[in-house]
């Protein structure tokens, strides 16, 4: 049977162990000690307890990664996300005598972000527990089209919306129209449109700001309390950063007057006067609420970007920023029922009883919730994107050891026991990479049965998204794996050479401790 050496070319040889390839990092066991109940076939150092998820669900698993690359401009309360990049890795330490059990930690990998501590072997751990389902991402509600190539989506919430505003501007179109009758309802919903409208134009200002910066922009959603731009990544310098979240306003204050405008040769009393005055009235509130200096408004972004300027820290304007935002978010819970009680917002206080001081209370902690939550958001994205750098392919990598597809199992996992290995890559008499032996098809084989069943049958066939650069970290290796979801990938060097393998798992456990870490 052939074996491979470290280039990954096959060699002849018969029952001596694989010479590992100097390169992935992984924790090993002892391939000497005795096992009463063995078949003569050592086990692979340490594995993971459960199935590794897809890549999508690797690297989603918390709310701060579900889109690590994705910055939420929002005209109205919502949370932002901000995502940073990788940088490179030493190059790891080689094991020069196979006959030993090889440590393949390197030195000078970080400890809490190893892949795994668990020291239970890959042959003898148990059937994968509780793997995740890999359900389809949402895509964000109603597509509504794809104004400058990006998709517009209308949440369900929105509907809600649409509907309270629509009761509510009816009942103020009784006071004021009369004669309308049932129909006030009809031009209710006109409105509501109309508003969600000019917050569609407030988002395109975003989305445009942000393709003029060559940001890419996922998609725009309509949803509860305004929309959202999810921009994917970060603006490169703090001026751009300020001209992102200003355009939104800027757009607002614009649309304002332009109804004003419109207002002046209509006259007032009417049908398109009270609409105007409404849509002019609406929008003056969506930029004055977004210029509040607070994440994940406008005017947080706004104030990150001043403060970012000024410390040249981006880290320390997020943290100034979302601070605000949650001062901001208790002085809404706080005065908005206040001020509405004491009269200041027009109507009077003896006006303001009974459900009125009920739904001025509920709309407060509405709007202080989603404030501090997007605020908190912003916290754990601006960390996510100093913690980024640390996941890298070259760290995260399992040496691998070559194996042809007649190979019996049992036979592939002494090599791979006796390299320090930790997975099995299968390839043709060339030494050319076929396939992946899958770590959750090796653990569902009884030993017994490890000397009749090849690994072949065990294997998943190599695409070409599944071959991952080790040179990849950060940000550009989550796109990677989440635009090819597997559970293991081929690391291969720029020379094609096989570095090892990458587990999705792996790479979900070393997220997972990236973002327990401190700032």
């Known amino acids: 049977m052939d074996e491979s050496g470290g280039s990954g070319q096959p060699r002849s040889g018969t029952d001596r162990p694989a010479k590992p390839h100097a390169g992935p990092t992984a924790e090993t066991t002892d391939p000497t000690a005795p096992d009463p109940h063995d078949d003569g076939t050592p086990a692979v150092a340490p594995s993971t307890e459960r199935e590794a998820p897809h890549a999508d669900d690797a690297t989603e698993g918390t709310d701060a990664a579900r889109q690590p690359a994705t910055d939420d401009h929002a005209d109205g309360p919502a949370a932002g996300s901000e995502t940073g990049a990788g940088d490179a890795e030493h190059p790891p330490t080689p094991v020069t005598d196979p006959g030993q059990p090889a440590d393949l930690r390197k030195p000078d990998t970080p400890h809490d972000l190893h892949p795994t501590e668990?020291?239970?072997?890959?042959?003898?751990?148990?059937?994968?527990?509780n793997p995740p389902p890999s359900s389809p991402q949402p895509r964000g509600g109603l597509l509504m089209g794809r104004p400058f190539g990006v998709p517009v989506y209308v949440a369900p919430s929105w509907f809600l919306v649409a509907?309270?505003?629509?009761?509510?501007?009816?009942?103020?179109?009784?006071r004021v129209l009369p004669e309308l009758g049932a129909a006030r309802y009809l031009v209710s919903l006109f409105f509501a449109v109309a508003f969600y409208a000019s917050v569609l134009v407030h988002e395109l200002?975003?989305?445009?700001?942000?393709?003029?910066?060559?940001?890419?922009?996922?998609?725009?959603?309509?949803?509860?309390f305004g929309g959202v731009s999810e921009i994917e990544k970060e603006a490169e310098t703090p001026g751009r950063e300020f001209v992102l979240a200003f355009v939104g306003p800027l757009l607002s204050l614009v649309l304002a007057g332009v109804f004003y405008l419109a207002m002046q040769p209509v006259e007032p009393g009417t049908v398109p006067g009270v609409?105007?005055?409404?849509?002019?009235?609406?929008?003056?509130?969506?930029?004055?609420?977004?210029?509040?200096?607070?994440?994940?408004?406008?005017?947080?972004?706004?104030?990150?970007?001043?403060?970012?300027?000024?410390?040249?820290?981006?880290?320390?304007?997020?943290?100034?920023?979302?601070?605000?935002?949650?001062?901001?978010?208790?002085?809404?819970?706080?005065?908005?029922?206040?001020?509405?009680?004491?009269?200041?917002?027009?109507?009077?206080?003896?006006?303001?009883?009974?459900m009125d001081t009920v739904m001025d209370a509920l709309l407060a902690a509405i709007l202080?919730?989603?404030?501090?939550?997007?605020?908190?958001?912003?916290?754990?994205?601006?960390?996510?994107?100093?913690?980024?750098?640390?996941?890298?392919?070259?760290t995260l990598t399992r040496r691998a050891v070559p194996v042809e597809s007649d190979t019996p199992l049992s036979e592939a996992l002494r090599r791979a026991n006796?390299?320090?290995?930790?997975?099995?890559?299968?390839?043709?008499?060339?030494?050319?990479?076929?396939?992946?032996?899958?770590?959750?098809?090796?653990?569902?084989?009884p030993e017994h049965r490890r000397p009749w069943v090849a690994v072949s049958g065990l294997a998943q066939d190599l695409t070409d998204g599944m071959r991952v650069s080790a040179e990849l970290a950060g940000e550009d290796l989550l796109d990677t794996l989440r635009a090819t979801p597997a559970t293991e990938y081929l690391v291969v060097e720029e020379t094609g050479e096989i570095y090892g393998v990458l587990s999705a798992a792996d790479v979900e456990r070393a997220f997972v401790k990236a973002m327990a870490r401190p700032s």
């Open 205 to 224: 200002a975003h989305t445009v700001a942000a393709l003029r910066f060559k940001l890419p922009v996922r998609r725009i959603q309509l949803q509860f």
């Open 418 to 445: 006796d390299a320090g290995a930790r997975a099995l890559v299968v390839v043709d008499p060339e030494g050319t990479p076929l396939s992946l032996v899958r770590e959750a098809a090796i653990v569902g084989v």
């Open 275 to 354: 609409l105007l005055a409404g849509l002019m009235v609406s929008n003056l509130i969506v930029a004055a609420f977004n210029l509040l200096p607070g994440l994940p408004l406008d005017g947080g972004r706004m104030l990150r970007a001043v403060v970012w300027k000024i410390t040249g820290k981006p880290m320390s304007g997020t943290i100034a920023a979302a601070w605000v935002g949650r001062a901001l978010a208790v002085c809404v819970l706080i005065g908005l029922p206040l001020l509405t009680q004491s009269g200041a917002l027009g109507s009077s206080a003896e006006d303001n009883v009974g």
């Open 163 to 174: 509907a309270l505003i629509t009761w509510v501007f009816g009942g103020q179109l009784d």
């Open 118 to 129: 668990d020291h239970r072997t890959l042959a003898h751990s148990g059937a994968p527990k």
């Open 368 to 394: 202080a919730a989603i404030i501090w939550t997007g605020a908190g958001n912003s916290l754990r994205m601006a960390r996510l994107r100093e913690h980024l750098p640390d996941l890298r392919a070259r």
